[in-house]
């Protein structure tokens, strides 16, 4: 619970975490993300990190592959509502900065 409290009262912070934290750090969302409790939380985070990514490049930080499906597939999972634009669009920017096709 320390950390989800960090979380939301730091803000996103990804863009200034290491290789190896932003890893950790991406891993401890993808697991938040199926608790709605938690998802306004992680949207911050998912959005810096897109922003991140784009501006970088993938090779930013170095995702393993298998966390970056686990992360598309809880957050497009997660997304409370196929009408909301936000999640939707970041989700396909996300798979696109991984080089990652979504259906």
Not at 49 to 69: A, C, D, H, T
Request: with cysteine; proline share 7%; hydrophobic share 50%.
């Amino acid at each position: 619970m320390l950390i989800i409290f960090l979380m939301h009262h730091t803000g996103p912070i990804i863009s200034h975490m290491s290789n190896e934290i932003a890893n950790e750090a991406l891993n401890f969302i993808c697991t938040l993300l199926p608790d709605h409790d938690f998802y306004g939380i992680c949207v911050p985070w998912i959005q810096q990190l897109v922003e991140v990514l784009l501006k970088g490049g993938s090779e930013m930080f170095e995702v393993p592959m298998e966390l970056r499906y686990n992360f598309l597939y809880n957050f497009q999972m997660a997304c409370p509502s196929p009408t909301m634009d936000t999640p939707d669009q970041l989700v396909v920017q996300l798979a696109s900065a991984w080089d990652i096709e979504v259906i």
